[in-house]
């Protein structure tokens, strides 16, 4: 019998995968997951679901596991969509489904990333479904990063195009600059108009159409209509600043929301910080300063892997590096100062998120002893979700909570990721700390059948590269998810205090460049 040919009635009868090959055993459970959902099944979801778990057995090439993914994250999005109808439940922290989602989205993108081109329409719509989901989350930083990528292959793909501006439209709600709050709504415009005309579906028409009715209600049709000026802004006063200002602009590493529609000059600041605080009078502002440190230690690691990016293309070598006796361990390791402004950008970086773990702690007031806070760990009272943030309508809030979960921690509780790289990511992070790591001029492990080295952990100079552009982009997102969280939460605030309430401003100026040093 062919599976092509299966209806919903013979599908759902099926216990059994071993009569049939790899590509026919996916087939059959994408297809009963997309009938069942048409008919609102979710006992057909549920079986779907429990038939996938025979593929595991099944040989699977790279895109056949790619396509059993991308169906394992659909079924799963499938039976959220039937217990949540009419977008019941918006506001989940806690949900299998989700996690399940990314996950499996996210191991599909990874095995078909060698073959995005060849494989374009499927690449786009797992990109576009994963932005879609985590900007649902909350991590619209995370969200349009896949949009993006997808745009990249394929410009013409209209329902990453208008989720980006649907996307970009729910942004400018979170930003606390009316300035910036301005341009998101004028790019958004953009890409929402331009879906409009591509091949979207009937629902996203409206949806799409909705957003532009919106936007035009709060901006002047010829403001959004004349051409942009996002390139005019000086990047420097030297070649040296200029060349770093636009390597940080192409990385999208700037502390800036702007950054995120592109690399235009007028990004080319952090000039994010925190919103205004009220607090109780005897209250000095160790927010503030506390972020002053958080922004600092991320752009001087920024500027750290900059210049370890930079020489390690030009195969410099520093003058400290000269005089120094090393052994040729014949496996093409690599000991230079590139190396390590690399080793401690990456270090730095990670370091982050503890930090921003501590001020949550203080700023919602948790109660957590400081040796036991941590960012993957602070949302937890005895393993479940704080009563804080259970019911919170923060939107950036959780995106941080769900962004948290993309981090491994040695602990039972909190191994499962969201991040298939997530344990590699903490290992290295722990023999730069702790133990060992070496890194190799080529490959990972050992390049060389004469040595062997049991106590590094061994890894590539580009995947080091790698893995530290991936911190540093999720700590920028981080820091700026925790900026939009504060926001979001003084206004939630403001509206529950009584309005007998006096607050006093304490203005916090500027801190004057050459007093920093």
Known sequence: MSDENLNFDELRKIDSLSDYNSDQAIQIIGSLGDFSYDRNSLKGIKHAISLSEQIKDKPLNEVQEAYFHYTIGNLWSYKHKIENPKGQNKWPWESEEFEKIIINLRKALHLLRENRYKEKYYYCQINTNLGNHLSHLGRIIGAVEYWNECIQVDENFGMALGNLGHGL????????????????????????????????????????????NHITSILDGDFLEEESTLDNWDLGETESEKLYRRWVLDKNLFLNPL???????????????????????????????????????????????????????????HFSDKNNLLYDTLDYSCHS??????????????????????????????????????????????????????QNKNWPLRGLYW?????????????????????????????????????????????????????AYSISRSELHAKTLRILKLSRAAIMYLSFAVHVEEQFRDKGRDSSTISVPLPLTELIEHLRY
């Open 337 to 390: 100062l590139s190396v390590e402004k690399m080793k401690v950008a990456y270090k730095s970086a990670y370091s982050t998120f503890d930090k921003i773990a501590f001020f949550i702690n203080e700023y919602f007031n948790l109660g957590i002893p400081e040796r036991r806070v941590s960012f993957r760990t602070v949302w937890y009272k005895n393993d479940r979700l704080r009563d804080e943030f259970a």
């Open 403 to 455: 962004l948290s979960k993309d981090f491994f921690e040695n602990n039972k509780e909190f191994k499962e990721c969201l991040e298939p790289d997530a344990q590699k990511l903490n290992e290295i992070r722990n023999h730069l700390e702790h133990k060992y790591l070496k890194v190799h001029l080529f490959g990972g492990a050992m390049t060389s059948s004469y040595s062997s080295d049991d106590l």
């Open 169 to 212: 439209m729910q942004y400018s709600r979170i930003v606390y600059d009316k300035g910036h709050k301005v341009i998101l709504l004028k790019v958004a415009y953009g890409h929402l108009n331009k879906a409009l005309n591509l091949n979207i579906t009937v629902e996203a028409h409206k949806g799409f159409k909705k957003c532009i």
């Open 259 to 317: 950054n995120d529609i592109g690399s235009h000059t007028i990004a080319a600041r952090d000039i994010l910080h925190l919103p205004n605080i009220v607090t109780d009078i005897e209250t000095n502002p160790f927010h503030h300063g506390l972020f002053n440190v958080i922004k600092q230690e991320f752009i001087s690691a920024r500027y750290l892997f900059y210049e370890s990016d930079m020489t390690g293309k030009n195969n410099e070598i």
